[in-house]
């Protein structure tokens, strides 16, 4: 099937579904200028996952953890929406019965939801994300249960200058969900939710190497739902998916769902 009559395929699919589950990851943000974490240019290529992104990494050397996600909150910062998480938002405000769950901490589907939904004179909540792994634009403290959006640059230059919890003044941490962590339940349980129920599955930029975000996906293929992958390489979805759109999802993302 050539590239036009799968995008079509996969329009007619995608349009035909009361519910679809949306699985994102890191590279939907590619073309924003957020590095990915697999692949020639992936994050893992340089910096060691133990040693940056785990609870012992924290405990170890909270500076140093820290000074890594300063420097990616910097990096989000700098970087916008693209046009694939825009035209995913577009849709996702323009019909009902789309859920997005992502693995991705950067916020853009946040602020892809907001800008859509200005420009629409609406309600952005529609088109927020359940967020698998949180968010480096919230933080929550290592001792009681306060939490909070904030993603304030960080003096990580000290053990002294880290952020402390306004509450109960414990060293405070970024919200997100490290190697070895448990994934929030509740975030869990409204994706699971979703995976009972979508009648067709799009992936958009994620290798599929990590679970449980992998597996919503796969619950929806095991219903016999059809999925679309949009991706401009392999991942672990191709054999099981009713269409592969193979490209990025900034070039395959408006088309598919303008
Ligand atoms: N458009 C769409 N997909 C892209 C683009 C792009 N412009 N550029 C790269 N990709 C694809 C890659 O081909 C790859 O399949 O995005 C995928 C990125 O895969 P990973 O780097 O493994 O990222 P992800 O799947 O999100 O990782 C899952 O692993 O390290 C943990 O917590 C981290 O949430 C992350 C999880």
New binding site residues.
């Given amino acids: 099937m050539d590239h036009a009559a799968a995008l079509e395929r996969a329009r007619v699919l995608l349009a035909e579904a009361p519910r679809v589950l949306v699985l994102t ?4 943000s ?2 924003s200028g957020v590095p ?4 020639p240019e ?1 994050l ?1 290529k340089d910096f060691r ?1 133990e040693d940056l ?1 785990t609870p012992e990494a924290f405990a170890r050397d909270p500076r140093l953890v820290w000074e890594w996600y300063g420097w990616r909150r910097g990096l989000v910062a700098a970087c916008a929406p693209n046009a ?1 998480h825009l035209a995913l938002a577009h849709w996702m405000l323009g019909r009902a019965g789309v859920t997005l769950v992502t ?3 950067d916020a853009l589907h946040e602020r892809a939801a907001r800008t859509a939904a200005t420009a629409r004179g609406g309600d952005p909540s529609p088109a927020l994300p359940i967020r698998l ?1 949180g968010s480096i634009a919230r933080v929550r403290c290592t001792r009681c249960d306060h939490g909070a959006e904030g993603d304030d640059p960080v003096d990580a230059t000290a053990r002294e200058t880290l952020p402390a919890c306004p509450a109960c003044g414990a060293l405070l941490r970024p919200d997100v ?1 490290w190697f070895g962590e448990a994934l929030p339940l509740p975030a869990m349980q409204r994706a699971d939710a979703a995976a009972r129920e979508a009648d067709a599955c799009l992936v ?7 679970q449980p ?1 992998a597996g919503y996906a796969m619950a929806v293929v095991r219903r016999r739902r059809p999925l679309v992958v ?6 672990a979805f191709d054999g099981m998916a009713e269409v592969k759109l193979t ?4 070039a395959v993302l408006p088309p598919l769902l303008g």
Wanted: glycine content about 26%; cysteine-free; overall charge negative.
């Fill in positions: 990851g890191a590279g939907i590619a073309e990915t974490f697999r692949g992936g893992w996952p992104a694939g693995q991705n901490v792994h969900v958009v930029g994620t290798a599929g190497a990590v975000a949009v991706d401009p390489g392999p991942t490209g990025s999802a900034g």
